[in-house]
């Protein structure tokens, strides 16, 4: 799950790990400000950076094609019998997605309450409860024994995190002998992050962005195999394009919606992201690896 780039503080963060930022993030993600845009912009399913067939195309459609391009690198490790842990798992999407397709199991950790709330209720409504447990918790310390999960999965998550390398030992520590962590994120290049990038990770709560390096380095530490990087960057700039374009398209529409006050914030800060990511300033893609077998 992506935070919504109209809120300017550190509580947009999902998982951080310490109980004041943990308080602040569960406060944040009880307005109804974040439900309507979410609903409103984003379809209020997948809330994720869309993969994009079309410049053009919904935003919440691109959003799921994510989700299913995700979902197709491990396929082979889904069905009846497996379990997914989706870490940061909001709504729902991406739990109800891989359930529906694979008839998996998921547990799905997120940290706040309303979201996990609402994520029941559309679990029950769709004859998805039996498959799918909804947790309230975050990512640095996860209540699962060794080697549970055959998939370890989460979408625009680990750049909210304090301690990725300890978030992502747990993910690996819970996995079993030849499951899979997938991943997606938001990151910079290698070098030095351009100065222009600051204020938009700022607005995210994140003080140190990760780097692709980083990500495939850990990912050897941890002796996943086979880890790969799928960059899908153009898409992230696309993303953002879309989102800029469509609230402002939208504005009297939204502030029927939303507050008059979030629907400003939007109109400030997507132009920054738009910017950015246009320039190729930032990263955005697809990480997966396999834990060995036996």
């Known amino acids: 799950m992506i935070d919504d780039p109209g809120h300017d503080t550190a509580a947009a963060q999902r ?10 993030t ?7 400000d974040v439900d309507a845009f979410y609903d409103a912009v984003w379809g209020g399913e997948d809330i994720h950076v869309g993969i994009y067939a079309e410049g053009d195309e919904p935003i919440g459609e691109a959003s799921h094609r994510t989700v299913e391009h995700t979902a197709d690198k ?20 991406s739990a109800r997605a891989l359930a529906e397709r694979f008839g998996c199991r998921v547990v799905a950790l997120d940290l706040s309450e309303a979201h996990n709330r609402r994520h029941r209720a559309a679990n029950a409504q769709r004859g998805l409860d039996g498959l799918i447990e909804v947790v309230t918790g975050s990512l640095d310390d996860l209540p699962y024994e060794d080697g549970r999960f055959d998939v370890v999965w989460s979408l625009e998550v680990l750049c909210h995190v304090e301690d990725r390398e300890g978030a992502l030992r747990e993910a690996v520590r819970v996995l079993k002998p030849g499951g899979a962590l997938v991943f997606s994120d938001i990151m910079t290049p290698e070098e030095p992050p351009a100065e222009a990038v600051r204020p938009a990770f700022a607005r995210l ?4 962005p990760a780097t692709p390096a980083f990500y495939l380095a850990q990912l050897t530490e ?7 990087f799928e960059d899908r ?14 609230v402002h398209r939208r504005t ?12 400003d914030d939007l109109l400030a800060n997507l132009p920054l992201w738009t910017d950015v990511t246009r320039r190729g300033l930032l990263r955005w893609g ?7 077998a036996g």
């Open 233 to 246: 960057s153009p898409d992230l700039a696309t993303h953002y394009a879309r989102l800029d374009e469509d």
């Open 26 to 32: 569960r406060r944040y993600y009880e307005t109804g």
């Open 15 to 24: 998982t951080a790990g310490t109980p004041d930022h943990d308080d602040a």
């Open 74 to 93: 491990v396929a082979d490790l889904l069905g009846p019998h497996a379990t997914v842990l989706d870490l940061g798992s909001g709504y729902g999407g």
């Open 286 to 292: 697809l990480f997966h690896g396999r834990r060995p």
């Open 205 to 208: 709560g994140v003080q140190t």
């Open 252 to 263: 009297a529409e939204l502030r029927n919606r939303i507050s008059p006050a979030y629907v």
């Open 222 to 228: 941890l002796d996943l195999k086979s880890a790969d």
